[in-house]
Nanobody
Framework: VQLQAFGGGLVQAGGFLRLSCTGS????????MAWFRQAPGKEREFVGT????????SYSDSVKGRFTISRDNAKNTVYLQMNSLKLEDTAVYYC???????????????WGQGTQVTVSS
């Protein structure tokens, strides 16, 4: 299984960015997809997750109302739309896949390489 995350970059506070993650090697629609992030000196943090059918999502309180996860199973791709970005959103963002719903990183068995998001003032 391979996941590739891309779309990171430098954006001003209040701006927006969309991350994408493309998967291969398993039946994409059967698995939960999630986004995590890790800022320098901090532990990896759950951002949000989406069920295989795309109908159910869950978010951390820190991003709820600003970030939206969606997926296109025909393209084996999951997206993270990030709006109203804040300085504290600066981190490396990782996509991951798991056989069941969870917000815990250890439940996810395959990970993308990460993409850097930097929010400037």
């Amino acid at each position: 299984v391979q996941l590739q995350a891309f779309g990171g970059g430098l954006v001003q506070a209040g701006g927006f960015l969309r991350l994408s993650c493309t998967g291969s090697g398993r039946t994409f629609s059967e698995y939960v997809m999630a986004w995590f992030r890790q800022a320098p000196g901090k532990e990896r943090e759950f951002v949000g997750t989406i069920m295989g059918n795309g109908y159910i999502t869950s978010y951390s309180d820190s991003v709820k109302g600003r970030f939206t996860i969606s997926r296109d199973n025909a393209k084996n791709t999951v997206y993270l739309q990030m709006n109203s970005l804040k300085l504290e959103d600066t981190a490396v963002y990782y996509c991951a896949t798991a056989p069941r719903w969870s917000s815990k990183s250890y439940e996810y068995d395959y990970w993308g390489q990460g993409t850097q998001v930097t929010v400037s003032s």
